[in-house]
């Protein structure tokens, strides 16, 4: 089953005064994260607005409709935020990697299954499956 909501990054520390937030994208690029106007924060999906977003130093700064000072950008400090995967237009051929949970490992030859990708390793070359027997 396709989880709804897909966890796009964490809330790290205020940025100024006006109640932005730095937040580290757990995507392919910060500018990925920059096009959502609403991200839902932790697990109650909790939906917030999005004034304006930008990438700094491959951190994203963003400020959120209702956070107007540096107390209220504190109390988003350390929150997961996700995205709705119906707000996304992946171009042809992509996936979210979230979708290969639990997807069969097979041998490329024999066709014999070797278990369920249970990890996904993002490494800088490249990603790799994690199978679990």
């Known amino acids: 089953m396709l989880q709804q909501y897909l966890e796009a990054g964490k809330v790290t520390s205020v940025h100024g005064l006006m109640g932005e937030v730095r937040v580290q994208p757990w995507t392919d690029s910060p500018e990925f994260l920059c096009q959502f106007k609403t991200l839902y924060v932790d697990k109650t999906h ?3 607005t999005v ?4 990438v700094h130093k491959n951190m994203v700064i963003l400020k959120f409709e209702g956070l107007t000072d540096v107390p209220s950008a504190m ?13 996304v ?3 042809e ?9 639990g997807l069969e490992a097979r041998d490329a030859d024999s066709g014999e299954i070797l278990g369920k990708i249970s990890d996904v390793l993002t490494l800088p ?7 679990h027997v």
């Open 46 to 48: 909790f939906p917030m």
């Open 75 to 87: 109390s988003m400090r350390n929150a997961i935020l996700y995205i709705d995967r119906n707000d």
């Open 51 to 54: 004034e304006r977003a930008r």
């Open 125 to 131: 070359a490249n990603k790799i499956g994690r199978a």
């Open 93 to 101: 051929g992509a996936f979210f990697l979230a979708d290969l949970y």
């Open 89 to 91: 237009k992946l171009p």
